[in-house]
C-alpha cells in the first residue's frame, strides 16, 4: 500500500487523519452553508445582503415577496434605488458609519414597492468582515413597521390635539392626589387664581387655600376617590378686587395606579353676576306684578262696591239680583287677585283655599244659616295658574250661587256639599246639593239663564266637560285637565 503524504503549512507532512479532519471540517462547512441557504430561502423574515457601496448581494423570497420584486430586479442595484428620496440621501451619508459601527439596530427607511406604494421599515443587522478585518458585507433583515408608524402618528395627533384643547379651556386643570396634594396643573394664559398656579405644586390645599374653601374641596375630592367623579361644587375666594366665585369639578384618572384625580377649577363670577342682577331684575318684575294685582283687585272691589250701592235704587227684586250676581263675580275675580299677591309663587294659586273663602263668602253674601243650610267641603291643596283659576272661580261662583238660590225653597233645610280633587291626569270640581232638584224642563247647555251661559262659555274655555246627576237633588262635575307648571 502505497503512503500518500502532502506537504504541511510548516513543511512538514500531513498525514491521512489531518487529512480526514480537513474533510470533515469542509464537509460541516458545506453542511452550515446549505442550512443557511435554507433559512435564507424559507425565513418569512425579509433578508439581505449589501456590497461595500451599498449594492445588493442577494434577498430572500420574503424580501420580494414585501416590495414586489423579483430577484434578479433587485440584485445589483443600489440599496438608495429603492428608497424614497430624503431617505436615499440619509442612507448615502451613512452608510460608512453603518461600516465601521459593525451593526445595524432599529435604522428606519421608507422603501419604494414596486407598485407605487411606501411601506415604513425598520433594519437589524450585523457587518460582515474577512478574515484581515476588510468590509465584507452586510447581513440584514428588515421588519414592516408601517401600521404601527400610523398608529403612532394617529396617537401623536390625537395627543397634540388633547393638548391644544386642554391648553384652549379657559379653565384651571390640577393633578391631585386622594390627600389634596398638587403634582401637575394647566392654567389659562390670562389670569391667575389666588396664588400663581406654580405655588400650588408640592403643597395641599390646605396650605394654599383658606379653610372654608379647602374644607369643601377636601369633601369633594373623597366623594369623587370613592364615586369616580364630583361636580358643581361651588366656592368663593376673596381678592383685593373683590369676592370671586368658582367652580370644581373632579374625576378620577382611568387606569391610574397612583389614584390620581384631575380637577377642573372654572371661574364663573360673570355667571354669579349675571344671575344675582337676573334675580334682581326678577325680584323688581314680581314686585310689579304683585303691584298690578292689587290694583286689579282693587278695582274689582271698587266695582263691587259700586254694584252694591247701585242696587239699593233699583226696586225690582229680579234688577237687584241681577246686580247681586255681578257683584260675587266680581269678588270671585278679585280673590283671585288677592291670593296672587299676597302669594309668594306669581305663577300659581292655592286652589282649595281660594274656594274655602269664595264658598263663606257666598253663603254670608246670601244670608244663608247654618240651621237652615249646611255646608260641606271635601278639598285636595291642588295649585292652578291664573288663566285657569280665573274661569274655574267664576264657574264656581255660579254652580255655588244657583245652588243657594234655588235648591231650598222658603224654607227648606239642605246641605251643598263642594269636592275638588285630582284623578289620574285630570282635575274634578263637584258642587253637589240634596235640595229639589235641576229643573227637568230646563236644558243646562240651552238655558236663557245667563249664569248658566257663562258656566258653558267657561268650561270650553278651560278644555273641560260637564255632567248633571239630578237624583236625590242636583250634582253637577266639571273635568278638565291638570295643569302643568314648566
Known sequence: MTNFSLAGVNGGEMKSNDFNEIENLKSELDKTKRNF?????????????????????????????????????????????????????????NFKGFKVAGEIRGVE???????????????????????????????????????????????????????????????????????????????????ELYVSPKK??????????????????????????????HQGMIYKLSFPS???????????????????LIALVRDITQRKESEQKIKQSLQEKETLLKEIH??????????????????????????????????????????????????????????????KILVYDLYNTYGCRPDNIELKLGLEPIMLDINTA?????????LMSNAIKHAFPGDNKGKIQVNFHQKDHELILTVKDNGIGFPEDMG??????LGLKIVNTLINQIEGELKINSQEGTEIIVTFPEVIFD
Open 37 to 93: 441557504r435554507l433559512f435564507f430561502d424559507e425565513s418569512p423574515i425579509p433578508y439581505q445582503s449589501l456590497d461595500e457601496n451599498g449594492n445588493f448581494l442577494d434577498v430572500n423570497p420574503a424580501w420580494c415577496d414585501s416590495l414586489g420584486y423579483s430577484r434578479e430586479e433587485v440584485v445589483g442595484k443600489n440599496f438608495a434605488e429603492f428608497l424614497t428620496p430624503g431617505y436615499a440621501e440619509h442612507f448615502k451619508d
Open 109 to 191: 427607511f421608507q422603501m419604494k414597492c414596486k407598485d407605487g406604494t411606501l411601506i415604513q421599515v425598520s433594519y437589524d443587522g450585523n457587518i460582515g468582515y474577512d478574515e484581515s478585518g476588510k468590509f465584507k458585507q452586510t447581513y440584514c433583515m428588515f421588519q414592516d413597521i408601517t401600521e404601527r408608524k400610523k398608529a403612532e402618528k394617529e396617537i401623536e395627533e390625537s395627543h397634540n390635539s388633547l393638548k391644544a384643547t386642554i391648553n384652549a379651556i379657559p379653565d384651571l386643570l390640577f393633578e391631585v392626589d386622594e390627600e389634596g396634594q398638587f403634582y401637575d396643573y394647566n392654567a389659562p394664559i390670562t389670569d
Open 200 to 229: 400650588f405644586l408640592g403643597k395641599k390645599v390646605s396650605e394654599v387655600l383658606p379653610p372654608e374653601a379647602a374644607d369643601k374641596i377636601m369633601e369633594a375630592l373623597k366623594e369623587a376617590s370613592e364615586k369616580g367623579k
Open 242 to 260: 373683590g369676592t370671586r366665585y368658582f367652580e370644581l369639578s373632579i374625576a378620577k384618572k382611568p387606569d391610574d395606579s397612583l389614584k390620581r
Open 294 to 355: 292689587h290694583r286689579v283687585k282693587n278695582n274689582l272691589q271698587v266695582i263691587s262696591s259700586l254694584l252694591n250701592l247701585q242696587s239699593e235704587y233699583v226696586k225690582d227684586k229680579n234688577d237687584q239680583e241681577l246686580f247681586r250676581e255681578s257683584q260675587t263675580r266680581a269678588r270671585s275675580m278679585a280673590l283671585i287677585h288677592e291670593h296672587l299677591y299676597q302669594s309668594t309663587d306669581l305663577r300659581s294659586i292655592n286652589f282649595d283655599d281660594y274656594i
Open 390 to 398: 280665573i274661569p274655574c272661580g267664576l264657574i264656581l261662583n255660579e
Open 444 to 449: 243646562f247647555e240651552t238655558t236663557d239663564s
